[in-house]
Nanobody, 122 residues
Framework: QVVLKETGGGLVQPGDSLTLSCEAS????????MAWFRQSPGKERKFVAC????????YYADSLEGRFTISRDSSGNSMYLQMTSLGPEDTGTYYC???????????????WGQGTQVTVSS
């Protein structure tokens, strides 16, 4: 069973940028998609972005495209989420996840990291 580990969260001020990383314990051979989700207290986990590991095709939540950029190290086992112009609404726990096909529904995923907290506050 692959283990996913997120790093890079922290406390930032509004307008700041932050990059999250997700490292998998194995190389995602095969047609995997890797994704980022986020969850605020008391709210459902929501799709942020995903990337096809070999194609490099990217998909974003409509409200986040332009501020967030997902990428991966195709020769390795790491994925990244670059976040810019952060605001308080971006506060939450960010999770990475892996799946065999493109999906933006968190219920379809069964491989998750433990999450990393991002807090945007002045």
């Amino acid at each position: 069973q692959v283990v996913l580990k997120e790093t890079g969260g922290g406390l930032v001020q509004p307008g700041d940028s932050l990059t999250l990383s997700c490292e998998a314990s194995d190389h995602p051979f095969g047609a995997y998609f890797m994704a980022w989700f986020r969850q605020s207290p008391g709210k459902e986990r929501k799709f942020v972005a995903c990337i096809g590991w070999y194609s490099g095709n990217t998909y974003y939540a409509d409200s986040l495209e332009g501020r967030f950029t997902i990428s991966r190290d195709s020769s390795g086992n790491s994925m990244y989420l670059q976040m810019t112009s952060l605001g308080p609404e971006d506060t939450g726990t960010y999770y990475c996840a892996r799946i065999r096909y493109h999906s933006e529904n968190p219920a379809d995923y069964n491989t998750w990291g433990q999450g990393t907290q991002v807090t945007v506050s002045s």
